[in-house]
């Protein structure tokens, strides 16, 4: 396995070299805190993606991988869901596995002080895996479906680095990147 990183201002040349799946760790604003805020996503970019995944890439959305993206866009129609917004403060979020999916056939039960991600996802045209639960509600933490002859997996979870080296989670995403690998 070859394992490459790369900004998102070269991934139109990454996707060109077909890799056999890309993560997307990165938000869409270049700079948050400005005003106006930049973003990287072009329609250009948006196109390349999805015409990666309808050829038989995989796609793996992961946390801000879901953030700041335009709600109409290719790249989120493709995606079947988008992040709309977390509260503050990080609270203890629990996540937990739905039943009858091919990402996660283990009962899981995961607490992780986090950012609990509220996102629209279209149910209808996709298979949620996980959920997640904390004192500010309910909301999908997991997703996949097939996009085209490709494969798109969205998680939320997880933004600190507590979270991100805790064994449940690294678990869910090994499980993750097995399924869309396969």
Aim: glycine share 6%.
């Amino acid at each position: 396995m070859e394992l490459a990183t790369c900004n998102p201002n070269r991934l139109l040349e990454k996707l060109a070299g077909k890799p056999d799946v890309v993560v997307l760790f990165s938000e869409n604003r270049i700079n948050p805190a400005d005003h106006p805020v930049d973003t990287w996503m072009t329609e250009e970019i948006a196109d390349a993606i999805t015409q990666y995944v309808e050829n038989g890439g995989r796609w793996l959305a992961w946390h801000s991988g879901l953030a700041s993206y335009a709600i109409n866009g290719k790249y989120t129609q493709m995606l079947r869901g988008y992040f709309k917004y977390h509260p503050k403060q990080h609270q203890l979020v629990r996540y937990t596995n739905t039943k009858d999916n091919e990402i996660l056939s283990d009962n899981i039960s995961l607490d992780l002080l986090d950012e609990h991600y509220f996102v629209h996802c279209d149910l209808a045209q996709t298979t949620v895996f996980l959920q997640a639960n904390s004192v500010d509600g309910q909301s999908i933490a997991g997703w996949y479906h097939t996009y085209g002859n490709g494969k798109v997996c969205c998680l939320t979870p997880a933004h600190n680095k507590e979270g991100l080296l805790d064994p449940g989670f690294m678990n869910i995403l090994e499980k993750c990147l097995v399924w869309i690998s396969a």
